[in-house]
């Protein structure tokens, strides 16, 4: 089974945007991904029929609570995780601070904590703020630019000790792509009685995500990565979400996982949310939404690939521009980060932007990666991203537009 991008491509109304006479190529990917007609229908839907506040004795609020119930089973489904281990929240951020407070409560001075220099700062400074209320050390896994940007994981023995209470990695880097793998870390830091949170808000739309897997203690990503809304959705290992206070208001449930969701959630996002992984489901073969969700990924991993080895390939026949990060298509997500000499980031985005080419350019909240890639005080990089709707005509188009960039750089 391969994908079929041209079918795929037609449920994606945003993808036959023109600009400036020429179609849009939305390599923006994952900055935030584009949502499928199934997603948006299901939004609207949920709209349209009244959506009411949840808990009420009248059609409208009991629809709204199985939008809820459908949307947690989503998730669990997506992560490998039971539905009463999800909770969602405003975005990735949000529910990483309300976590991060919860738990810097129960952190005393001379505890310590461990996150990294490959983190978006989403899964950084929550961590590092609430470190320095309680009075804990907070201590740094590096990552290798003369290696691809590999995340030193071996090291993680050297960072942690009995007074360890967190470790803090992410999956994949939102800034130069590299794939980690967190399975070691986790380990290490259970042996210490750490707990872990892993950041999949860049991996996911790339690859399966397996908390049981993985055999950590939270986890968290963002629908609108993986072709939905602009939703958080956490996954937390019941036992830990049930004994750790959550820091709320009093009237909020005190059971899992409705205790981590504060206030009245986005229940349009959450119809979204769960058409999103239905989507993805839709790409896959299997007799259940979980095998379903694996043959998609890998059949996602297969072509993105494809995509990685001819944008490498090309990019490395182009004078002047820089590739940071692995300059291979495996242990990568399809997200290059790339400086032209002589063009500020910006005006490199700008002008991919003026030809119709949606690209980012700057830091994108990767903080630590551009300070250790010396790139913080001149602009960032900027970042190209396919997912699996972009095609190899794309990956051709962005490989000219940037030869032509990089001549007039160079004049
Ligand atoms: C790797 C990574 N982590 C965390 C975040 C933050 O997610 P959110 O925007 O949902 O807060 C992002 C957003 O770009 C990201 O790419």
């Given at each position: 089974m391969t994908l079929d991008v041209p079918a795929i491509r037609s449920q994606f109304p945003a993808l036959s945007r023109m600009v400036g006479g020429q179609p849009a190529a939305y390599l923006d990917g994952p900055g935030g991904t584009q949502a499928p007609e199934s997603v948006i229908h299901a939004m609207a839907g949920f709209m349209r029929a009244g959506g009411s506040n949840h808990g009420g004795p009248f059609a409208s609020s009991r629809e709204t609570d199985a939008v809820t119930e459908s949307a947690r089973e989503a998730i669990a489904d997506l992560f490998g995780a039971s539905p009463n281990e999800i909770a969602f929240g405003q975005n990735m951020t949000s529910l990483t601070l309300s976590v991060s407070r919860a738990l810097g409560a129960t952190w005393d001075p001379g505890d310590n904590i461990v996150v990294t220099r490959l983190d978006h700062d989403g899964n950084v400074w929550p961590w590092v703020i609430a470190a320095r209320d309680a009075g804990a050390e907070v201590r740094w896994l590096d990552f290798d630019p003369d290696d691809?940007?590999?995340?030193?994981?071996?090291?993680i023995d050297t960072l942690i000790d009995e007074r360890t209470r967190l470790v803090a990695m992410t999956?994949?880097?939102?800034?130069?792509g590299t794939i980690t793998d967190p399975k070691p870390v986790i380990d290490a830091a259970h042996a210490v009685g750490a707990l872990t949170y892993i950041d999949a808000v860049h991996y996911s739309p790339h690859g399966l995500v397996d908390v049981a897997a993985l055999g950590t203690d939270f986890l968290a990503a963002s629908a609108y990565k993986f072709f939905g809304p602009h939703t958080g959705c956490l996954y937390g290992r019941s036992e830990v979400l049930d004994a750790v206070d959550a820091y709320k208001i009093r009237a909020a449930p005190d059971t899992s996982p409705d205790k981590?969701?504060?206030?009245?959630?986005?229940f349009e996002s959450l119809a979204g949310v769960a058409a999103a992984v239905d989507y993805i489901a839709s790409l896959g073969e299997g007799d259940t939404r979980r095998d379903q969700l694996r043959s998609a990924m890998d059949q996602i991993g297969v072509y993105e690939r494809s995509l990685s080895e001819r944008f490498l390939g090309g990019i490395a026949d182009i004078p002047g521009v820089t590739l940071y990060g692995r300059n291979a298509a495996d242990g990568r997500t399809p997200t290059f980060a790339i400086s032209v000499d002589g063009t500020h980031p910006h005006a490199v985005a700008e002008a991919l932007g003026d030809q119709g080419i949606f690209v980012w350019s700057g830091d994108y909240y990767a903080v630590e990666v551009m300070s250790r890639l010396g790139v913080a005080d001149t602009g960032g990089l900027v970042r190209i991203g396919f997912a699996h709707y972009n095609t190899a005509e794309e990956a051709d188009r962005v490989l000219g537009s940037l030869t032509g960039l990089a001549g007039a750089g160079s004049t």
């Open positions: 691809g940007c590999r995340l030193e994981t071996e090291t999956r994949a880097s939102n800034a130069v981590w969701e504060t206030g009245t959630q986005s």
